[in-house]
């Protein structure tokens, strides 16, 4: 399907990756593996690659110098080239100077062949040139869906999805923009004045110096949903897609029954199963905390949607409300997304549709100095949200209590989201 021109560094590519492109049954095909940045540079221009595969396992320098001589060596041949970075993990800095330097995705070395294949189709279509229809170097599309048994995982790259030349080198902003200015503590003050205090001083630290944590106190929640509708309002969330559902239980038998709720955000995990199973790099988790999406890096293959065990994930299917009623689709599903201030727009065609999708704190709303929606809408003030990192926070004191639980501990997922019970 993709012809593969590996520029590996100090070592040969391992054998699990080399397995991708160039074992039995592969459906793409290696043109060539070199180490010499002046002889992949002719290959680009001589051999004309799909792909290339970078391995950026050297020196941080030296990565982005080679991504950036690719980058333009691509750009020189006349064809869009994508350049893809592999390594064993990435950290944000290092992620963000690549696709700054020309990079235009990157996969985990740790992952499976097969999921390896499928990330490189993908890039391959979505970034690149590549037919999505036509046959490649390794066979016809059929022929590679057969041969990764995952159609379903390829599905929903979204084709010719708008892509900038050149991603934004910051997918996660974390600067605060304009911080209001709050009255002075005073004997009395509500709770939600309290942690809105909190959270601006939160945001005048560096990203770092600040572990987000959301309390809920499940003693106070009375399913009135306002957090699930707030959260679909304030991020224009389409049908199918719900970041912060409510669950329902009825316990007790007949006549003695009764209901209890349980929201249930993404738990923001210190040890996130579903960051590493994406195989191009496209989710990950911040410095404050936040399990973040680049939706302009996610293929769609819902990897992270299999592995998150509190089904904190959706897909977003491209589906809308409006469609198929007398007053068709309506203004307020076509306006900017405040998400992630990216300033995407889904009558647009591109992202998020196709992407998985999930709940994010607000980081819109943070960087304002603003609490999350779910936070202010709670009508039984049931909802905290705060800094860890500061022993005197609201949130500090809620943690330490003897009634905080955390769901599935015993999983070690190490989640964000406490619960008071």
């Not at 910051?170 to 309290?194: C, I, T, V, Y």
């Not at 005197?392 to 406490?418: D, H, N």
Request: net charge negative; hydrophobic share 35%.
């Amino acid at each position: 399907m993709a012809s593969v021109l590996a520029v590996r560094g100090h070592e040969a590519l391992s054998s699990r990756l080399r397995r991708a492109v160039t074992g039995a049954g592969s459906p793409h095909r290696l043109l060539a593996e070199v180490s010499d940045l002046d002889e992949a540079e002719e290959l680009l221009a001589s051999r004309q690659p799909d792909l290339v595969l970078l391995d950026v396992e050297r020196p941080r320098e030296e990565a982005v110098a080679a991504c950036g001589r690719l980058a333009t060596a691509a750009e020189a041949a006349g064809r869009k080239v994508p350049i893809v970075a592999l390594a064993a993990q990435l950290d944000d800095e290092l992620r963000a100077e690549l696709l700054a330097a020309g990079a235009s995705g990157y996969v985990l070395s740790t992952i499976e062949p097969e999921s390896l294949a499928i990330a490189l189709q993908a890039i391959a279509e979505v970034a690149g040139e590549l037919s999505q229809n036509g046959d490649g170097a390794g066979g016809s599309r059929s022929e590679f869906l057969r041969w990764t048994g995952v159609a379903a995982a390829v599905a929903l790259v979204v084709p010719g999805r708008a892509r900038p030349e050149r991603l934004a080198a910051n997918p996660s902003p974390s600067a605060p923009k304009g911080l209001p200015e709050l009255p002075p503590p005073f004997d009395g003050e509500s709770d939600m004045l309290r942690q809105q205090r909190e959270l601006i001083a939160a945001m005048r630290k560096p990203v770092g110096e600040r572990k987000w944590v959301m309390v809920i106190d499940l003693r106070k929640c009375s399913g009135c949903d306002a957090c699930t509708i707030a959260c679909k309002a304030e991020n224009q969330l389409p049908p199918g897609v719900v970041y912060r559902p409510v669950v329902e239980e009825t316990i007790g038998t007949y006549p003695n029954v009764s209901r209890r709720f349980l929201p249930r955000p993404c738990m923001q995990c210190e040890s996130p199963p579903c960051t590493p199973v994406c195989p191009v790099g496209a989710t990950w988790r911040r410095e404050d905390g936040v399990i973040a999406i680049d939706y302009e890096k996610c293929i769609g293959c819902r990897y992270c949607l299999a592995a998150c065990p509190y089904s904190a994930r959706t897909a977003d299917f491209g589906e809308w409300y409006g469609d198929g009623t007398p007053g068709g689709r309506q203004p307020y599903e076509e306006q900017v997304s405040p998400e992630y201030n990216e300033g995407l727009r889904r009558a647009d065609g591109g992202s998020p549709v196709g992407n998985a999708r999930k709940c994010h704190f607000c980081l819109h709303r943070l960087e304002a100095g603003q609490l999350p929606a779910c936070v202010t809408s709670c009508i039984g003030h049931a909802t905290y949200f705060g800094d860890a990192n500061d022993p005197s926070s609201l949130v500090s004191e809620l943690i330490g209590r003897p009634e905080a639980r955390r769901l599935k501990e015993e999983l070690g997922t190490k989640p964000r989201v406490f619960y008071l019970t």
